[in-house]
């Protein structure tokens, strides 16, 4: 399929996480905080849970930047990246299924499992995962941050602090469908330890190889499934040696595996799928340029 036309997306989805893909050489409007709520909007937009658009790069065959629903930038999105990678080849920006795609968090190199013509499923390295808190980041003292306790919404909770790229926070517990997400979600996502805001997880460890999470993205509230949190997660499961190194993380969207190396570099493989080709009506965009209220 060619390219992006005028006003063109591409909505995609992985394991329910989905975004739409756009050109900003292609857009009639600019992408600003208020244009990515609305878009983003289930009801007043196309909908989604993010915005990715192609950026051109000098360290990687493409750059990418990347939108939360609340008009904010995140640094890397697991599911993106492969949401995004899928389009590329779909709409003939590339040929090649290895590649490297440079974004806020780091240059990411994917690799497509192309069978008959389709993309089956996509490996994207992640990056190295780190728990110092300098990094992730996360205030206080530079250390680890594992199993520390805090107290979110007058609730004592143990945390583990990552970064793969993105921050996240990662709490290990009995039951994660027991957890008030809607209450501890946004707490732990603006609590006073993360500057940045983080994204959140809770983990039941079901085997030495499986585990089961619920997710709070930061921007985004709940969503089905993710690539970072999957990540994030994973090497956090290592860390504590509570898993080997390979790890199949279910969330309510679906499976994704990951491969945590012995530097905690990581490699994440999953499906994807496009949910349709689109235009902006001209109503939508009259909105976003600010002429319809």
Not at 11 to 26: A, S
Not at 134 to 153: C, Q, Y
Not at 200 to 205: A, C, D, S, Y
């Amino acid at each position: 399929m060619p390219p992006l036309r005028r006003n063109e997306y591409i909505k995609g989805h992985g394991l329910g996480n989905d975004y739409l893909v756009v050109d900003p050489r292609t857009l009639g409007i600019r992408l600003t905080p208020r244009s990515i709520r609305l878009i983003c909007h289930r009801h007043l937009g196309v909908g989604s849970d993010g915005i990715l658009t192609l950026q051109r790069s000098r360290r990687a065959e493409f750059g990418l930047r990347i939108f939360n629903p609340d008009g904010s930038e995140a640094e890397k999105s697991g599911n993106g990246i492969r949401i995004f990678a899928k389009c590329l080849w779909d709409h003939g920006y590339t040929r090649r299924r290895v590649f490297r795609v440079d974004t806020k968090g780091g240059v990411v190199p994917v690799a497509l499992d192309v069978r008959r013509g389709r993309v089956a499923a996509i490996t994207a390295g992640m990056g190295r995962a780190t728990f110092r808190s300098r990094e992730v980041p996360a205030t206080g003292p530079d250390r680890e941050i594992l199993g520390e306790r805090i107290t979110v919404d007058g609730e004592a909770l143990e945390v583990t602090a990552v970064s793969v790229g993105n921050p996240h926070c990662v709490v290990f517990v009995d039951d994660p469908a027991s957890v008030d997400l809607a209450r501890l979600g946004p707490a732990l996502e603006h609590h006073r330890m993360f500057p940045q805001r983080t994204n959140v997880q809770f983990v039941r460890v079901d085997s030495p190889s499986r585990v089961t999470i619920r997710i709070w993205e930061r921007g985004a509230g709940e969503t089905m499934a993710s690539g970072t949190s999957s990540s994030a997660v994973a090497a956090a499961c290592v860390r504590h040696d509570f898993t080997g190194r390979r790890v199949a993380v279910r969330s309510p969207g679906g499976l994704l595996r990951v491969e945590v190396a012995s530097d905690y570099s990581i490699r994440l493989t999953g499906p994807v799928e496009e949910v349709c080709r689109g235009v902006l009506s001209r109503d939508l965009l009259a909105r976003l340029r600010g002429g319809a209220r």
